[in-house]
């Protein structure tokens, strides 16, 4: 099966889903119908009603455009101190896993993070809630086909506070901790890895069996910056104006070492655009750059 790419307007998140909105997720389908993509990835924040006709007209849209969507964005804070607030947040993400169905049929993967890294949080407390409210999704999971991906994140645009297993150490612990490999998986983003101070070579092989979906930018830093002048006292990297978005495949990730890693593991999932940062253009620019590495590395899927 060949690699299949995505979209997702990561330059049109607050337009689309802030507090005062200028744009709706259709005026997003409707500019997106001429890029070279195969679906179009959508976030929950994107939808104003979880109302059965309204969530079908988004369907038809991204159909008529010619589109599939594989995947869909979401970013449950399973880490919240209070109780009810976790709750809310499980009944939320198994929600959206009824809505990914619904929008990208079986198969789609429904993105999961940890939450927050609220001050005085532990490691230890931390992952046991997370575990607890990812195990008590899968049985939702298996019942409508769709697969929960476990990002390597930084930090959701609305959280206050950065991703509990942002750093390579939490994520993998919290990986191990949950067995399920049918319903269950990571959604990859080497930009992520960059921002957390971590080698996105290095977890790549270590995750690359468990790879189930993956978002793919490209971060680039002003000049006269470092990775080391980044760094912050607790080792991770902020979203320093001197680390920047552009065009795919012309900054700090190494893609040819990540397309090689997925193609030894035989990797058949989605590759999910997350770019636009300054214009369509540079969309446009990187999406012909991931089809060509598709075409290097996995020649008889092309």
Not at 128 to 150: F, M, T
Not at 258 to 266: N, P
Not at 280 to 288: N, P, Q
Request: with cysteine; proline share 6%; glycine share 8%.
């Amino acid at each position: 099966m060949p690699i299949r790419l995505s979209a997702f307007p990561k330059c049109y998140l607050d337009a689309i889903a802030g507090e005062k909105p200028t744009m709706t997720v259709f005026d997003w389908i409707a500019m997106a119908r001429d890029l070279d993509a195969d679906g179009l990835e959508m976030y929950d924040g994107f939808f104003t009603s979880l109302d059965p006709a309204y969530l079908d007209s988004i369907g038809e849209a991204i159909s008529s455009a010619g589109f599939d969507m594989p995947m869909l964005c979401c970013s449950p804070d399973f880490t919240n101190p209070d109780a009810d607030a976790r709750r809310r947040a499980v009944d939320r993400e198994a929600a959206m896993i009824a809505v990914t169905r619904r929008l990208g049929g079986p198969g789609a993967v429904c993105r999961v993070l940890s939450g927050q890294r609220y001050p005085g949080l532990s490691r230890e407390q931390g992952l046991h809630w997370v575990v607890e409210c990812i195990e008590s999704l899968l049985p939702v999971a298996r019942e409508h086909g769709i697969i929960l991906g476990l990002e390597n994140h930084y930090k959701d645009g609305f959280w206050r506070y950065p991703e509990f297993a942002q750093k390579k150490d939490v994520f993998l612990e919290l990986l191990a901790l949950i067995n399920d490999t049918e319903n269950f998986g990571v959604q990859y983003d080497p930009s992520n890895a960059l921002v957390a101070g971590d080698d996105p070579i290095e977890l790549l092989e270590i995750v690359a069996p468990r790879v189930v979906s993956m978002h793919a930018s490209d971060r680039y830093l002003v000049p006269g910056a470092s990775l080391d002048d980044l760094r912050q006292a607790d080792g991770t990297l902020g979203y320093s104006p001197n680390l920047r978005h552009g065009v795919t495949g012309q900054g700090l990730n190494d893609y040819h070492e990540i397309f090689r890693i997925l193609a030894a593991h035989k990797y058949n999932g989605w590759i999910s655009l997350e770019d636009g940062m300054n214009g369509m253009d540079e969309m446009v620019a990187s999406l012909a750059f991931l089809r060509r590495m598709s075409a290097q590395y996995f020649p008889e899927a092309n």
